[in-house]
């Protein structure tokens, strides 16, 4: 028997075991809330006499040691009136110096002294919101949804104070009706939560907890009542911005358009607006990215675009709604499967796509203005969750100058943007069934544009899940849906020759190009069955990604033509044992193949994770593939071999609650003579509460056999279908860094600095074709008949090569450029942020980057440093001011 059945086999017999145990929901305690008849000083010195009544304070550890009472006495009170409710407790220390005042960030969950409050006001035991304070007073806050996630992109407009007094320290929070959602009654009942995390012990304790082992969070909350004849209240809220860019960037002799300097005043806006007790209205005009990092400089020599998350306040903020194809669900694994983003938000206001005319010198729009953009969220009842967002972006005009004259071009056409999402929820969660359209329309002026983008595109499909048991130990979800582009004959040709689809595979029965064509249509789904409870763990999925599938004009797709299957199983111990606080064990058996049957990726895995009782871990993983073949590899081309390989990883990291805290990974990946290694150090150091210092080093080397270069066309190239694919030897590396500050002076002002520096080279060297489709056999040119002469310049660099495959014989030379590269970038920013009244910030950004590059393939750590640093750089300021109004 086969060692990838034998695997096979076993995971299989671990999915299809029964449980071990069942996990019964457990009773669920009431906590009265009191109104409020005199008004609340909001300090955190608990004075007021709503607060000298009996608290609750049975709170139980989850770690270190799961049931047991919590080591430190918390007891906590609710109380509320007409416009907010009010959260109260007084947190015991029997070592009161020891408490772990740590400053940070809002949103900042570092190691230290914090207690949190979580509510779920619409009582669906699925979604609600959570509270934060740290014993610094650092505030965070965020959402709650598909009971077990959250979401800390919203940010609430409450407030909270803590006071530190001789026997521990007490909190006090003010949390506006208006800024939760619920449905008005006259009495009503909510779910509700309530945590301590103790730095220095690293120990959580709650009113109610997810056993290790286990799911469900927000449906194990205790309840909360005596609230009573409280209105939601009618919630109008605008935040208006202005601010200031000035750039100064290198000045290009001759270019009119790039004197090194420029100032662009600013003004936009944000507004939300309460639909009855259910939806939020959310509306913005000009968005801008002011207040974030910069994006991480890559280099990617891959057929694949790059992945950038959202920074934009207004989109990432409820961005769970839109959420697609994962719900009921806590564990949700794969293995080479890169699931398709539906919704990928960075498409609105992207850098225009569209060509230049001919022309000397071109100034193009950065970003593609939003001139108005809107969604609207919420619940249409306790159990059906509703979204939409719309979105006009403007048509934007490149500058151009060809031989002094000056015009204007369109390289963006006026589009317009729609998302809408439904999720109805039954039997408590049991069971969910969603959908989900996208649609895209652009308006072009320049009909030279329409052989360059899509006219429309459409996605529609529909999502859900089933538990199998009434424990929701066994959970089976999934996703399907289809997708649909339009545009001109030369657009559709273009879309199927692209990097996503390939249809000009020349040995590819299953596809082919059809240039009559005006639209392009495909599929894609996926199906997951979980097992998330229990000591046992098991997880098997099969999906599909049809050749024709398309979502890239407002979602994000890798690739198409993929049927990808997996099962995997493990164990965890979650108790602690002799040598580890826990640990857990995982294997797995995967498998892809494209539509026409070519099995084009297959293997193994096994991973382990370890806590140890000085809460130190590590982990290691470890794969192996067996020969398949590429289907990707020719860009375009024949079937390729694809060598088989190994992976070995191992990483730990030390305890967060020490001074200085370490981490380090490797991973080499090797096939024959092909290896590739990765190797990242991470280095914490906090020498004040208030400051941290993070280092994160990496190192990337990598020896390629056969990369991609180029295809020449020679019909004389019979053996490879009148192409010849080029490849070469590459050696790369990569020497790159994270470097960040955050110094945080108080809960509302801080400053954060990042830096990140890079420097890459990749040298190719034995240039070769490929012999025949289906094998890993190459013509080296050079040998064989054939010869390959360099070609240099006036510095005496190779500046391209020329190349006779045949040597004296009839196929034609042809002339390749020398992709050697040697890249070094610097990026970094600094943010100076000041909440000066809640809801309203102040920014200072200061923005640098800088670049060199030289056509020479040899790393050279010196003198990539030396010319980065004598490198002009481009440097961005940018003051920015909003204002928090509430109506």
């Known amino acids: 028997m086969t060692r990838q059945r034998t695997a096979a086999l076993f995971l299989l017999a671990l999915i299809f075991a029964p449980p071990l145990f069942s996990q019964d929901t457990p009773p669920r305690v009431t906590i009265k809330a009191v109104r409020l008849d005199s008004p609340i ?164 304790s709650y009113v109610v907890y997810t056993p290790r082992g286990q799911s469900g969070f927000v449906s194990r909350f205790v309840d909360l009542v005596g609230m009573d004849n409280v209105v939601p209240p009618a919630q109008v809220e605008f935040l208006p911005y202005v601010n200031t860019r000035a750039e100064y960037t290198q000045a290009e002799a001759g270019n009119p358009f790039r004197d090194g300097s420029r100032y662009l005043p600013g003004l936009g806006g944000d507004l939300k607006v309460a639909l009855g007790t259910n939806l939020t209205l959310d509306a913005t005009i000009n968005p801008d990215f002011g207040q974030v990092e910069v994006d991480p400089a890559v280099v990617n020599l891959s057929d694949v675009e790059t992945y950038y998350p959202e920074k ?82 403007a048509r934007e005009m490149a500058d151009v100058s060809l031989n002094g004259s000056r015009s204007r071009a369109e390289v963006e056409p006026l589009t317009y943007y729609g998302v809408a999402r439904v999720q109805q929820e039954f039997n408590k969660g049991h069971q969910g069934l969603g959908v989900m359209s996208t649609y895209a329309s652009r308006f072009f002026k320049d009909e030279r544009l329409r052989s360059e983008m899509n006219n429309n595109s459409l996605f529609a499909g529909l999502d859900g899940w089933v538990s199998l048991d009434t424990n929701r130990t066994w959970v089976l979800t999934g996703w399907g849906g289809f997708s649909q582009v339009w545009g001109s004959k030369e657009r559709m040709v273009g879309v199927q020759q692209n990097s996503q689809h390939y249809f000009q595979r020349p040995d590819a029965g299953h596809v082919q190009i059809d240039s009559a064509a005006t639209s392009l249509g495909g599929y894609a789904g996926r199906l997951f069955l979980v097992k998330q409870k229990g000591a046992v763990m098991a997880n098997a999925a099969f999906g599909v990604v049809s050749p024709g599938f398309d979502v890239n004009d407002l979602g994000f797709s890798w690739r198409t033509d993929v049927v990808n299957m997996h099962v995997a199983g493990g164990y965890r111990w979650t108790e602690p044992g002799k040598l580890f606080r826990r640990a857990s064990l995982t294997a797995a058996f995967f498998q892809n193949f494209d539509f026409g049957g070519n099995v084009n990726w297959r293997g193994v895995w096994q991973s382990g994770n370890l806590e140890f009782h000085n809460f130190w871990s590590m982990f290691w993983n470890y794969a192996y593939n067996p020969q398949t073949v590429n289907n990707r590899r020719t860009r375009g081309g024949p079937l390729m071999l694809a060598l088989p390989g190994r992976q070995f ?92 500050v955050n110094w945080t002076f108080t809960p509302q002002l801080s400053l954060q600095l990042f830096l990140q520096p890079l420097l890459a080279a990749g040298d190719y060297h034995d240039f070769k074709e490929l012999r025949q489709p289906k094998t890993y056999n190459f013509l080296e040119y050079g040998k064989d008949g054939s010869t390959l002469t360099e070609v240099r310049n006036g510095e005496g660099n190779v500046e391209s090569y020329d190349v006779d495959p045949d040597g004296a014989g009839p196929a034609p030379k042809f002339n390749i450029s020398n992709p050697d590269f040697r890249f070094s970038s610097l990026r970094g920013n600094a943010v100076l942020r000041w909440e000066y009244h809640p809801g309203s910030v102040l920014y200072l950004v200061w923005t640098q980057s800088r670049s060199d590059y030289e056509n020479l393939g040899e790393f050279a750590f010196g003198r990539s440093v030396s010319r980065l640093v004598n490198s002009k750089a481009d440097n961005i300021f940018m003051l920015k001011m909003t204002y928090w109004f509430s109506l």
């Open 41 to 204: 000083t909001l300090d955190g010195i608990l004075t007021e006499p709503v607060w000298h009544r009996s608290g609750y304070s049975d709170f139980k550890q989850k770690e270190p040691n799961q049931g047991e009472p919590a080591t430190e006495r918390t007891e906590v009170w609710v109380a509320y009136d007409e416009e907010a409710i009010y959260i109260a407790a007084d947190l015991h220390e029997t070592a009161p110096d020891s408490i772990m005042q740590v400053l940070g960030r809002r949103d900042a969950f570092i190691t230290a002294d914090w207690f949190v409050f979580w509510v779920d006001p619409y009582y669906d035991r699925r979604s609600g919101f959570y509270f934060g304070i740290s014993a610094a007073g650092t505030l965070l806050d965020g959402v709650l949804y598909n009971d077990d996630s959250d979401d800390d992109s919203w940010d609430g407009v409450w407030e909270g104070k803590v006071y530190i007094n001789g026997h521990g320290w007490t909190v006090e929070m003010r949390i506006p009706f208006s800024q939760l959602r619920f449905h008005q009654q006259k009495q009503y009942r909510w779910g509700v939560n309530f945590g301590r995390m103790i730095g220095r012990k690293n120990e959580e």
């Open 312 to 393: 934009r306040p207004f989109f990432i903020e409820g961005a769970n709604t839109f959420r697609f194809g994962r719900g009921g669900s806590s564990t949700n694994w794969s293995f080479n499967w890169s699931e398709p983003t539906i919704f990928y938000s960075r498409r609105i206001g992207r850098a225009p796509t569209g060509s230049l005319p001919g022309s000397d010198y071109a100034d193009v729009p950065i970003g593609t203005t939003i001139l108005s953009a809107a969604k609207v969220t919420g619940k249409v009842n306790s159990s059906v969750n509703v979204g939409t967002v719309h979105a006009l972006t």
């Open 649 to 740: 990883g191992l990483g730990f990291s030390t305890d967060s609650r020490k001074q200085w805290v370490f981490s380090a990974d490797a991973m080499l990946y090797h096939r024959t003579n092909e290896p590739e290694i990765m190797a990242e150090v991470g280095v914490e150091w906090k020498p004040a509460p208030s400051l941290n210092v993070s280092f994160s080093p990496s190192f990337y080397r990598d020896r390629t056999r056969a990369m991609w270069v180029t295809a020449v066309d020679d019909p004389l190239a019979t053996q490879t279908y009148g192409r010849r694919y080029i490849f070469a030897v590459l050696n790369q590396t990569n020497l790159a860094a994270s470097i960040r």
